[in-house]
């Protein structure tokens, strides 16, 4: 058996991408009806998935008001490549980390999300129980590495701001070397908090969700 490395959670279900072919994948959701629904998709449906729970105009208004700001800010300081910096790199992860931040019901499907996988690669037998005792946490969460990666962005913008260009093309530097080395710090569990902020304790609903969700993907992988 595989181990699931890669998923990620929407408002309304999960995306476990198979272990043989991660070109593939299973969305498991529930539909207009409340029923759960699991189907197969491929890499092109895959990215048409929006998995924020804000629309995409909204999405695109936020962030867009995050880069005027920065713009703004980085003019008053005199360092608008510094703006331009945080407009490219830091905006888009900025949005979604705040979306699920504040979404209470896709904070719970992801933490669903990661108790299914740990259940799954622990093979442990797949029922709510299991499921329920399993951790929220994930070595390899996607949120996880946004949240470090705003962490970093940010200091490189507070060098640029108050030490000028100079140190801030440095940092700029330093911080991409640093950020490859951020992978590390998935294998200490006390690093894994930033987890805490974007999880939430799940109901049965979405831990009914979780195991249609992890028993499907169980099947199709065998046939993948």
Not at 103 to 131: D, F, Q, R, W
Not at 179 to 193: Q, R, S, V
Request: contains cysteine.
């Amino acid at each position: 058996m595989l181990k699931i490395t890669n998923a990620f959670s929407t408002p309304n279900g999960i995306v476990i991408y198979s272990a043989k072919n991660p070109q593939i994948a299973l969305y498991t959701y529930r539909n207009s009806c409340g029923n759960i629904t699991s189907e197969k998709i491929t890499q092109s449906q895959i990215s048409k998935i929006n998995s924020s729970p804000i629309s995409g105009k909204k999405l695109t208004i936020i962030t867009l008001l995050i880069c005027s700001i920065s713009l703004l800010v980085s003019l008053y300081f005199s360092h608008i490549l510094c703006g331009i910096y945080f407009s490219c790199a830091i905006s888009m992860h900025l949005t979604n980390f705040l979306a699920i931040l504040f979404s209470k019901k896709l904070k719970k499907i992801h933490a669903t999300e990661h108790m299914v996988i740990n259940c799954y690669n622990k093979g442990l037998p797949l029922t709510k129980e299991n499921i329920r005792k399993s951790s929220r946490l994930h070595k390899y969460c996607g949120f996880q590495a946004i949240f470090y990666k705003l962490f970093c962005r940010s200091i490189v913008l507070c060098i640029f701001w108050t030490c000028g260009l100079k140190y801030g093309i440095i940092s700029i530097v330093v911080f991409f070397v640093i950020e490859k080395l951020l992978n590390l710090l998935n294998y200490c569990p006390i690093f894994l908090f930033p987890q805490f902020f974007v999880t939430s304790k799940p109901t049965n609903s979405e831990l009914e969700l979780g195991l249609v969700s992890i028993k499907n993907y169980s099947h199709m992988d065998e046939e993948w």
